[in-house]
């Protein structure tokens, strides 16, 4: 038995569009990063609050699935196609397999057909500030569920809280990237200025050269008059100088 949760119940737009452009620049950074508290604290209450063997935030990138925190499963990434994340990337919304043996998406997957022999699985698409799908919040169990055994409210709820780590994540990565490139930005200033202020000095001391050597020619050229009017008045060494 299946069920699909309203992705439109959750929200992911809580940052300006200009910053989480930024944030697009560094945006490959958190699919490497350690992994972070908050995340943890997030799958550790989701195994205990649902009773799931296992639960994950996970990430996508590069034809692979990112495990950014994992509790109760020993897995790093696996294929896109080998983790079940791709479904409700896929879907672009919650979405609740109550009995993955029995669900054709699900049936005869590796995850399902062998080890861990996971036999329900629900999951939340996770969004970037632009919109785009970039992972999911998920639970993950080795035995069927029946519909009233589904707490669909929590499940929500726990992906809206990993929505907002995204985010805040991304937030994080944009400020750091804009106080790296102002950073830059300063230390090209202050060498241009300084640059610019060395051409000053130099063109100054041009000038003064050229000044000099104008007042030079002047009196050059006061003595030539006065000794064309009268040479006795300009001394024989002065003509020469």
């Known amino acids: 038995m299946t069920d699909e949760l309203d992705g439109e119940e959750l929200s992911h737009t809580i940052a300006s569009s200009n910053t989480l452009q930024l944030a697009a620049l560094t945006k490959d950074s958190k699919y490497y990063s350690s992994v972070g508290e908050r995340f943890d604290r997030i799958t550790r209450v989701a195994a205990k609050l649902l009773n799931t063997p296992a639960a994950a935030i996970t990430l996508f990138h590069h034809e692979a ?23 409700a990337a896929e879907a672009n919304e919650a979405v609740i397999i109550a009995d993955t043996a029995a669900d054709p998406r699900t049936q005869g997957h590796s995850l399902v057909a062998g080890p861990p022999y996971y036999r329900f699985y629900a999951a939340v698409p996770l969004y970037e500030g632009l919109g785009s799908v970039v992972g999911t919040f998920c639970v993950f169990d080795t035995k069927p569920r029946s519909e009233d055994e589904v707490d669909r409210q929590s499940i929500i709820d726990l992906g809206g809280m990993a929505q907002s780590e995204i985010l805040s994540d991304q937030i994080d990565g944009a400020q750091q990237a804009l106080t790296s490139k102002l950073g830059y930005s300063a230390r090209e200033a202050r060498e241009a200025l300084g640059q610019l202020l060395l051409e000053i000095r130099e063109d100054r001391r041009d000038l003064g050269e050229v000044r000099a050597a104008q007042v030079e020619i002047a009196a050059r050229y006061t003595l030539i008059l006065r000794w064309l009017e009268d040479p006795a008045s300009v001394p024989g060494d002065s003509m020469t100088a």
């Open 65 to 87: 699935e990112w495990f950014k925190s994992v509790c109760g499963w020993e897995v790093t990434n696996l294929p896109f196609r080998k983790g079940l994340g791709y479904i």
